[in-house]
């Protein structure tokens, strides 16, 4: 589903935060990247979720290889991935109510006809009542944002999820919750999971492996 082969990326070419990096994702497959913090694990999420285009190195999405990031990426790649943060606050557009934050891509990708019942259906799995759906970000807590996140990420139906940190803020209730979330979708859907933390016991409960980095399946990262 996701294959990432000698990526090199970061914010000064001169001195990347990544370096010549390889990791994989099968196919419906679960997989925890873990790592000490500032080792460069949310960049290659970036990466991964067409977000930040890499220095160096090449990444195949679902068969494709991937020649654009960001505004160049195609519609269709773009689709396919859909990416929680760690802070919602930082990814949520604070004008838009909740409702209109999961209704969001939707609207981007010309099939708002699809809103009305793709809100109601994902604002049910993540528990968002419809008072809820109506506030804006200031007015929820974090977790009740970051429900809200989640919905937004599957509401295109991604083939490959991308959770980083997605629970960092989070309280065990909260995060058993968002995980059951994303388990039912992945059920139900077949898709792939890439799912970065430092919480090795949450990471190896979740996924099918787990990926330390610097170890062999993040090959020739410099460990250090
Ligand atoms: N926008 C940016 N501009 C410049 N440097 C950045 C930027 N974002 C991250 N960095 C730097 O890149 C390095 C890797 O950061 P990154 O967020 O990828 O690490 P991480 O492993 O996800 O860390 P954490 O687990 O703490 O979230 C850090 O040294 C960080 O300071």
Avoid: N
């Avoid at 039912?184 to 330390?212: F, K, M, N, P, Q």
Wanted: net charge positive; charged share 25%.
């Amino acid at each position: 589903m996701l294959e990432l082969t000698g990526i090199t990326a970061g914010y000064d070419r001169r001195d990347p935060v990544v370096r010549d990096v390889s990791l994989s994702v099968g196919h419906g497959e679960a997989v925890g990247l873990l790592g000490p913090s500032g080792c460069g694990k949310s960049t290659l999420a970036r990466v991964a979720a067409l977000l930040h285009r890499p220095d160096a190195g090449t990444m195949t999405l679902d068969g494709t290889v991937v020649r654009g990031w960001r505004h160049r990426a195609p519609q269709e790649q773009r689709t396919t991935v859909g990416v929680v943060f760690q802070q919602p606050r930082l990814s949520a557009d604070p004008r838009l109510s909740l409702r209109e934050l999961i209704a969001q891509p939707l609207r981007a990708t010309g099939r708002r006809r699809e809103v009305p019942g793709r809100v109601a259906e994902l604002s049910s799995l993540v528990g968002l009542s419809a008072e809820l759906l109506e506030r804006r970000p200031h007015a929820v807590s974090d977790g009740q944002l970051q429900r809200a996140c989640l919905a937004r990420a599957l509401v295109l139906r991604p083939k490959l999820l991308i959770c980083d940190e997605m629970t960092a803020m989070l309280d065990a209730s909260t995060t058993a919750a968002l995980v059951a979330v994303v388990e039912a979708y992945r059920t139900e859907s077949g898709a792939a999971l890439l799912a970065v933390g430092h919480d090795r016991v949450l990471l190896e409960r979740w996924c099918d492996r787990t990926v330390r980095w610097g170890e062999r399946s993040v090959e020739r990262v410099p460990v250090g």
